[in-house]
């Protein structure tokens, strides 16, 4: 409440001044005019309970144009000097809270219908990792969890985001702001290219990993509008300003179709596809790829066939057709095994794209009832076979996962042990080629007696020319060798 105000509060009693001030917070705080004197007259009645009693039926009006005050105590009207001695200080704190309320909630309604649109803010500070962002009439706060992996903000700097959450918190309003929603993706399109925001083009469905990469796609209700070309802009120019805006987020611009045959093998791109196999009681398409599209069409860490799944609303397995031979031929295997499953029951599960013990563990009773003219009972002990062995592949798997990762760590630990190894043969394979050197060369150029008189000469007796010519070159050389093996043990030099 301005200070103002709150000086003229003192003289709450006197019509024009109070007339003043509901006009002053109408204007200043875009506070309805009746909500304010509503609020001072609660305030009144509360201040006059407080001399006259709680028990006692007090009733204050307030003439919205002149401004006059009337009370009535158990039905007896109050003359205006007992009107102004009823506690004033009293009153003025009850309209201040009153008003308070009355403002955040104005605020709350305010920014309650804003939510999902994007804002400009200028960022104020950074606080333990949140970003408070002035929007001019408050302070809103951006969550570290709100905001683009790897970005940083910086005070006096200008943010777009969106309201993503706003709540009433004591006589304060807070509001949330967000970056990571796939919701501003679409408010920068609608901002950036006008024939998003006349309607011309229209985002049918979009799918977002924040910081990452986007997909979009769009639809044009005029054939003459090219919808992908008009997102791009001329040389990338639109879609550049929005990538700029996400801190460099991939943004994959692909052609809506209402046919899931058509849509899926765009949403995948830029992975080329052969075909598509839709299974509708599962909610599945089953994608078979070229060996050589495997890793494109998923992605890296599933990351393109996971936001193709999103952008579609069909969940969707990669695979080439080989692969998909094999699951067949284990599918109806594996069904084959259950008991009280035949095997044409078991094809038409296949062809319906049930190709796990997973898949048939989820299948509706009915579905299977139908699918099979089995009895309520057959189905229920189906189902629980299949729940049973789905739980014994999955600590299988979880085994085989667990002995990998073991026999992965010993495979690392291997070479280096193997290249400590083969770093000290090395450091003693050096000295001893010196120590073999030189009484080569005594050997070499003097008479042999000389070097049987000193007791050193032990090690190189009679045939000393032999060994330290070639059975030297070959110890030395045994022992590096031995390194490179399966082993990784050191032979002595």
């Given at each position: ?270 992975a080329k596809v052969d075909q598509v196999l839709l299974c509708d009681m599962l909610g599945r398409a089953i994608v078979l790829v070229p060996e050589d599209q495997l890793s494109l069409a998923i992605g890296r860490r599933g990351q393109n066939v996971r936001l193709a799944s999103k952008l579609c ?181």
């Open positions: 409440m301005p200070r103002a105000v709150q000086r003229k509060a003192y003289n709450i009693m006197n019509p024009n001044e109070l007339l003043r001030i509901v006009d002053s917070l109408h204007r200043e705080k875009n506070i309805d005019t009746e909500v304010v004197f509503q609020a001072i007259e609660a305030a009144l009645a509360s201040a006059a309970r407080r001399q006259f009693g709680e028990e006692s039926e007090i009733v204050v009006q307030i003439d919205r144009t002149s401004g006059i005050m009337q009370a009535v105590v158990n039905g007896n009207p109050l003359d205006d000097d007992t009107i102004g001695r009823i506690g004033a200080q009293t009153a003025k704190q009850v309209i201040i809270q009153k008003i308070r309320e009355a403002e955040r909630d104005s605020l709350v309604q305010e920014f309650s219908g804003q939510i999902d649109d994007m804002v400009n803010g200028i960022v104020q500070r950074v606080e333990g990792g949140a970003t408070l962002v002035s929007l001019g009439s408050l302070e809103a706060i951006l969550p570290r969890s709100e905001q683009i992996p790897g970005e940083a903000h910086h005070p006096n700097e200008r943010i777009r985001a969106v309201i993503h959450e706003v709540k009433p918190q004591g006589s304060r309003v807070k509001v949330v702001l967000s970056r990571t929603r796939a919701v501003l993706v679409r408010r920068l399109f609608e901002q950036e290219i006008p024939e998003i925001a006349e309607g011309v083009i229209g985002i049918n469905a979009l799918a977002r990993e924040p910081g990452y990469r986007t997909k979009v796609a769009v639809s044009s209700t005029d054939q003459r509008v090219d919808c992908v070309g008009a997102c791009v802009g001329v040389r990338g120019n639109r879609i550049k300003n929005i990538v700029d805006e996400l801190a460099g987020e991939r943004i994959d611009i692909v052609r809506w179709n209402d046919d899931p045959q058509a849509l899926i093998p765009n949403a995948l791109q830029p609303g069909w969940d969707i397995e990669i695979m080439t057709a080989d692969e998909l031979d094999e699951q067949i031929d284990r599918a109806s295997t594996g069904f084959m095994s259950l008991e009280g499953m035949d095997e044409e029951l078991a094809t038409r599960l296949v062809e319906q794209g049930y190709l796990s013990y997973d898949d048939l563990s989820v299948i509706e009773p009915d579905a299977l009832m139908q699918m099979g003219g089995l009895t309520e009972e057959q189905v229920e002990h189906l189902v629980e076979q299949a729940e049973r062995k789905a739980e014994e592949a999955e600590r299988a798997a979880s085994d085989e996962r667990r002995r990998q990762k073991q026999q992965d760590q010993l495979e690392a630990a291997e070479p280096s042990a193997g290249e400590a190894d083969e770093a000290s043969a090395v450091e003693v394979s050096e000295p001893s080629a010196v120590e073999t050197d030189e009484p080569s060369d005594a050997e070499t150029d003097e008479p042999s007696d000389v070097e049987t008189d000193e007791p050193s000469d032990v090690e190189t007796d009679e045939p000393s020319d032999v060994e330290t010519d070639e059975p030297s070159d070959v110890e030395t050389d045994e022992p590096l060798a031995d390194t490179h093996g399966d082993s990784g043990e050191k032979t002595p030099l």
